[in-house]
């Protein structure tokens, strides 16, 4: 079920929330949390119910794990307790290795080694990588002692919650167990409520009008005829076009779950901070994707060595904590690619920073200016790779951008092919496979604008807050619900009428 | 329960004034409404819409394509006013033909006129939503009316198949013993439907939720159902009888054309369009209604008959082949485009302009279509 689906919007968001204030009401907390966790359940079964016994598995085994662990802990037994720590690491590893990573290096033991064997497709469980990776910081943690003793029913509304089940934010125990076990959490408050619906249709507009707007200008780039070169223009295109498709799809969904979250008094931890203005590649990774580069400092690039062992090991630990990072998001070269790309940049930067920069000196406006621009476009030539199906697809669009097949017009048109456009310009554009038009420019142009000088959903959220006089007049606040929730049914009725529209990072 | 009232009717407030905002937006919009079809129902498809109907197009949520113009005296999409007795060529078909998502300069029948030398000399008749059925009312209904001096008619995927499904306010064919034969479902007063938009017809945001995102509101009670025997068919190849009853539908409407137009078979010339996303992509390949089995049949017959026929789907495949060069609004909407027209005007123009036993162009001689 998508958060932009009639069913997700219209039957099972109220139901959910109708049941769990009604139980909030009658102060039946136990209860109450149980309707979330029995819903996410539901939400993520509604996909494919085989795979509830897989989430379901991985709960209680975890759970009872973190629960050895603490308990050996507790007795002095840190042998034992590290024990259960590497099994359960293992067992989280094997399971998350067979259905995302299995066919991947079963094929390339057999490009390597030519072994000739083959797995067959194995599907990937939806939110796999997003429930495994928060457990194994849960074990981890329970290993470090910084979980304190919790209920089943916390734990499993934790991983189950359905506004981040399935692509994130990636939560950490700490700051979601805790709001699962107050009494605040189990009362109606029209000011969250109103926040959240505000998150809410921030995120739907972000998904519906501008990621899925932009989306038809990405497909003709990436998935063209290897026989018809890509121009410059078109490459470009088709690359800016998926580079803001990517952002305004992905923090549209974090915002809904950041929403849906808050709605029921929960926050979420934001996983987005306009990552297109970031300066250098180290603040773009403070700004993206916020909640796993977290999970990846504090659970790989520390454990690492992080930078305290010196620079040469510093550089090392980036590239391998980027590189698995890479991983994490497909069983794929390109990933492997990507994340090696970021490593790389992530060490230039550190090296720049070392020989160049003097401490305490900010860079000038045109300074700041230049850092962001070349910082984007690092990015955007990383997403090249990020978005290709083969590594050969993202060299051939990689070859477009470098304007190595012309840049307006195919060379190959220069010859007789060539004169048939020159009488007609009109037809000259329309012959260009993969190029949209003024449309698609416009499209890229004005994202660019928003996603460079606009507000992000939490500064325009925060505004809300502090100057609004909204949440002050109770009767304001119910009137930009109705508001809302009519802004609501328009977009998914948008949605609805080009059919059915995954999230990007449902595939991870 | 004062204050749960009052609160309700804040939120109903602050529904009201999105909705009003939405509207004022949506104004300055071009928001696509459909064509009104026309009140006289004895004349329709020939009368097509109301007269003098200004109208808007444009697809999809993003309002691509937009498109503005007047109806003519006919209710037909025409820079001109159709001339009782007129002798024109006509150009029958559904959607392909009515052609809101072009220009009108560059429809079939426009460019056919260019190539006949006068503006007037082809009269569009394209209703979207007709299939055969249609076609043969519309045929006898434009003898009487204009007297044409040869027809056209563009055959998509559909025609044969959709014209055996009774429709209200559409013939349909019937299958019995009797034999093939035309049969009529009427209006049973105003549909629900239109009594509404009567009522809400003039809102911009009425018409985008209906007109360009398709929204009903079934769509939102269809998930308490289960999807329909009839959905679920949808893209099944037709089988055994179904092939059967199609390839009835064909000899039922080849044989009635000549009769319904009062024309020679050489005069009418049928243009069969083709599955071009197949052309561009053979993944992109849908499922399709009439099977293609029908289609060569039609081909087939038409051409037993005498009924001059161009298959273009070789015509396009040669085109494509050549300069890849599209033929639709690919890939949101499956209408021809200004160049998928203009290859249907110039074979149409190449069957009408073939020589008879007599060494000239017989069917291009009338009055209306003399250059």
Redesign the interface.
Known sequence: MLFNS??FL??FLPATLVGFFALSGLRRFGLAAGWLALASIWFYGYWNPRYVLLLGTSIVLNFFAGQAILRYRSTGALGLAQQVLILALIGNLATLGYFKYANFFVDALDAAAGTGFHLGHIVLPLGISFFTFTQIAFLVDAFQGKVPACRFGSYTLFVTFYPHLIAGPVLHHAEMMPQFERAETYRFRLDNFLIGATFLSIGLFKKVVLAD?IQ?FVGPVFEADPA?PLTALEAWGGVLAYTLQLYFDFSGYSDMAVGLAKMTNIDLPLNFNSPYKAINIAEFWRRWHMTLSRFLRDYLYIPLGGNRKGPLRRYLNLLITMLLGGLWHGAGWTFVIWGALHGVFLMVHQVWNAVFVRKGRSPSLVGRAVSTAFTFLCVVAAWVFFRATSIEAAFFVCKGMLGMNGVLWPDQWQGA?GT?GARDPE?RW??L?AFGGW?QWAWIVVLLAIAWAAPNSQTLVARLKTRAAMLRHE??A??????????VF?LA??N???GSSEFIYFNF | MGTLLSRLIWVAAGALSVLIAAELVLRALPVSMGLYRTDQYDRWPLQSSESRLAYTYSSSWALRNAHRGVTNNYGHIAPFDFRKGGKPVIVIGDSYVESLMNDYADTLQAQLADKLGRRDSVYGLGVSGLSASDYLVLSSQARDEFAPVAAVFVITDGDIAESLLPSPGSRFIVLDAAGPRLDYLPLRGESLAKRIRKVVGESSLYRYLQVNLRFSPADILGMFRPASAALQGVGTPPMGEELDRQRRVADFFLGELPTALALAPECIVLLMDSDRHAIYKPAAATPRKDDPSTRLYVIERARALGIKVSDLDPVFRDRYARDRMKFDHWPNDRHWNRLGHAIAATEAYRLLSEPDAQGRAACLAGPGAAR
Do not use: D, N
């Open positions: 009639y069913e219209f039957i707007g038809p018809y092919a048939l037809l329309a012959r496979e449309r009767r304001w119910w009137m930009a619900l109705g508001g809302l929730a009519v802004c328009l009725a948008i609805a009428s080009r």
